[in-house]
């Protein structure tokens, strides 16, 4: 493993050199704020968005966010000044409070990452707690928005003149020739370090300008591609595998491929008909099962096991059975916070190999740096894995918002709101769903029957 520093290419603005074209300030406007705090607007709209269609407030992201953004802003600067120039030499001499002066030079996005979403994710549980949705739905929605974030940012490193890797040959060669020329200028760096030192095979020269790895445009397009694959593929994994709903009651629904396409680009509503979203959504994310329902209330309290743990289990996978009876393959909340982890460290690691020793997560210390990167993301697979096949049958309780609203016991409500108010909901709920359950038969069978008229007159 190649051992070189950043500090050996002239990458400031005071020694710019020929090649340069763009700049770190324009005026007043300072790029590299503006990437950031745009980064951090998209990224709070998207998780939004996510939080909306989940039909979940939105109001305590805005809390949260007052708070993880200040936490992530601390941890930046710490493991951003933390040996900067050399082990146990912080960025200007600073000393330990020092370390947390996020105005001044020297920012790690590792650092602010895992700081803010330490302090979002005790933040949320807390929140989770008044408004009845799981931490891990807030995670799930907010962690992967993260990406993008990260993605924008990393073009105000590209306009700050940082973030790059190894040579890859000099200027007048045709190293990178088939990038756009404003960013192949812009990586080009002039060297100032030992005489003769090898770095990625090219024998180094004072005073050659030299095309370095755009490891910020690497990373950009890693980080959207991480969102997309996060954030569209992983949630319909368990649907594409699972029995689906009209196979199940092909009575209830009928799919239409070529229907559901048509919607998902604008098409018209077609009376009777459902979409490939709109049937999942009845089937199972809107779905109560008032049997389900009746037959939990009775019996959860009868479940025995030979210790407190075994009888948690077998309590939590006869709820999630309650909340799922036809046994669909859903991925669970969780997973999607796990695959950000996993993701963002995955292509941190790839790329932390091909870093200047002085721009690595921990500067100066690759071992510990590789490692703590290497963990996070393995721990990342191991969250998203602990979320999907143990923490259902463990943590979740009923009237909590999961992959889907989970069911109230007269229990629940009787915690939440006193045991009058309890009989009058439950009486109330339950004659909601009879009345809901009740005019789906009778669709059913008013279809069934046009279904069967039809029949006798083509007969």
């Not at 050199?17 to 998207?46: C, E, K, P, R």
């Not at 098409?267 to 979203?277: A, C, M, N, R, S």
């Not at 009845?282 to 309290?301: C, D, G, P, S």
């Amino acid at each position: 493993m190649e051992w070189w520093e950043a500090g050996w290419f002239i990458n400031n603005e005071s020694n710019r050199n020929d090649h340069w074209t763009i700049y770190d300030n324009y005026g007043f406007v300072h790029v590299y704020a503006l990437t950031m705090s745009l980064g951090v607007i998209v990224a709070i709209l998207l998780a939004m968005w996510k939080l909306w269609r989940k039909g979940i407030s939105l109001q305590e992201i805005m809390y949260g966010a007052a708070i993880a953004v200040p936490a992530g802003l601390f941890g930046a600067s710490f493991f951003g000044k933390l040996n900067a120039q050399g082990v146990g030499s912080n960025a200007g001499g600073a000393k330990f409070f020092g370390l947390f002066a996020f105005w001044e030079a020297g920012m790690s996005i590792h650092g602010a990452i895992l700081a803010g979403a330490f302090a979002g994710i005790v933040i949320f549980y807390f929140f989770g707690r008044k408004t009845k949705v799981s931490v891990l739905v807030y995670m799930d929605c907010i962690l992967p928005s993260i990406l993008i974030s990260q993605a924008i940012g990393r073009w105000g490193n590209f306009f700050n003149h940082e973030i790059f890797g190894r040579p890859v040959g000099t200027y007048e060669s045709s190293a990178l020739s088939w990038l756009p020329n404003w960013i192949r200028d812009n990586v080009t760096f002039t060297y100032g370090g030992p005489q003769g030192q090898v770095i990625n095979g090219i024998t180094m020269q004072n005073g050659v300008d030299y095309v370095m790895q755009p490891l910020f445009l690497v990373e950009c397009l890693s980080f959207v591609a991480a969102w997309l694959i996060i954030t569209f593929l992983i949630p319909g994994i368990g649907k594409w595998i699972s029995k689906k709903p009209w196979k199940i009651h092909p009575d209830k629904y009928s799919f239409d491929l070529k229907y559901s396409f048509k919607r998902a680009f604008g098409g018209t509503k077609e009376e009777g008909k459902l979409t490939y979203t709109e049937i999942w959504n009845k089937a199972f994310y809107r779905n109560v099962n008032v049997e389900w329902v009746e037959k939990y209330n009775k019996e959860v309290n009868s479940i025995e096991g030979k210790n407190k743990f075994i009888k948690r289990w077998k309590q939590g996978q006869f709820l999630a059975q309650a909340n799922n009876p036809d046994n669909y393959k859903i991925i669970k909340c969780g997973v999607e916070a796990g695959a950000y982890f996993f993701f963002w460290n995955l292509v941190r690691f790839s790329l932390e190999l091909t870093r200047p020793k002085d721009h690595l997560f921990l500067n100066y210390l690759p071992t510990a740096s590789y490692t703590l990167v290497g963990l996070t993301m393995v721990g990342g697979v191991i969250f998203a894995l602990v979320s999907q096949f143990v923490l259902p049958n463990l943590t979740r309780v009923p009237g909590y918002y999961y992959e889907k609203q989970y069911f109230y016991t007269e229990e629940a409500i009787e915690k939440e709101f006193g045991s009058k108010r309890s009989k009058e909901l439950s009486e109330e709920k339950a004659k909601a769903l009879a009345e809901k359950e009740r005019q789906k038969e009778a669709k059913a069978k008013e279809k069934l029957e046009k279904l069967k008229q039809k029949e006798q007159r083509d007969f």
